[in-house]
Antibody, heavy 120, light 108 residues
């Protein structure tokens, strides 16, 4: 079955960097666009970034553009999120999510999430 | 940018009752709307996409309706495991995802 496992979260000081990973299995990873979505403690869902199936097309939310970079390695079935210049408002659980496919960006499977805490 | 407004913020119901959750878009989104369920400490789970298509493995008690700006998620008869937070979602500017603020369905 489809499985997405995030890792790389932790506590980091304001201004620091982290790299999140999402290991995918159970589906043809190279055939699907992928998202990162975050959720601050007690808050709703916020889209962070999307990458196309082959890594050519990348999109980032205004709130993270220039600081975060989404990437993927299809040979390793792994999605990444490089996060630089972290701020307190970046504190959240970060989820990777698989798209339905066929050009539909809606997500149909999410990982369990990894918590990023930015301390001042 | 399209804004999704969910109402009510909290819905207090008893098991066996019918739940109707609303999602209103600030402008037409055609039928490109999805619904997710999220339980505490868990990731969201896709229930409905394209306004009314149930995702794989989702039971028939969940149904979606609407088009344009007004959408409804209906849970026909609430079971204990259905008490959770529900989010609507649209792709307002491909491929970015826009989420509503959520409706919490709680035990009355």
């Amino acid at each position: 079955q489809v499985q997405l496992v995030e890792s790389g979260g932790g506590v980091v000081q304001s201004g620091g960097s982290l790299r999140l990973s999402c290991a995918a299995s159970g589906f043809t990873f190279s055939g699907h666009g992928m998202h990162w979505v975050r959720q601050a403690p007690g808050k709703g869902l916020e889209w962070v970034a999307f990458i196309g199936y082959d890594g050519t097309n990348k999109y980032h939310a205004d709130s993270v553009r220039g600081r975060f970079t989404i990437s993927r390695d299809n040979s390793k079935n792994t999605l990444y999120l490089q996060m630089n210049s972290l701020r307190g408002e970046d504190t959240a659980v970060y989820y990777c999510a698989k798209t339905l496919g066929g050009g539909n960006p809606t997500t149909d499977c999410w990982g369990q999430g990894t918590l990023v805490t930015v301390s001042s | 940018e399209i804004v999704l407004t969910q109402s009510p913020a909290t819905l207090s119901l008893s098991p066996g009752e019918r739940a109707a959750l609303s999602c209103r878009a600030s402008q037409s989104v055609s039928s490109y709307l999805a619904w997710y369920q999220q339980k505490p400490g868990q990731a969201p789970r896709l229930l409905i996409y394209d306004a009314s298509t149930r995702a794989t493995g989702i039971p028939a008690k969940f149904s979606g309706s609407g088009s344009g700006t007004d959408f409804t998620l209906t849970i026909s008869s609430l079971e204990p495991e259905d008490f959770a937070v529900y989010y609507c979602q649209h792709c307002s500017s491909w491929p970015s995802l826009t989420f509503g603020g959520g409706t919490k369905v709680e035990l009355k």
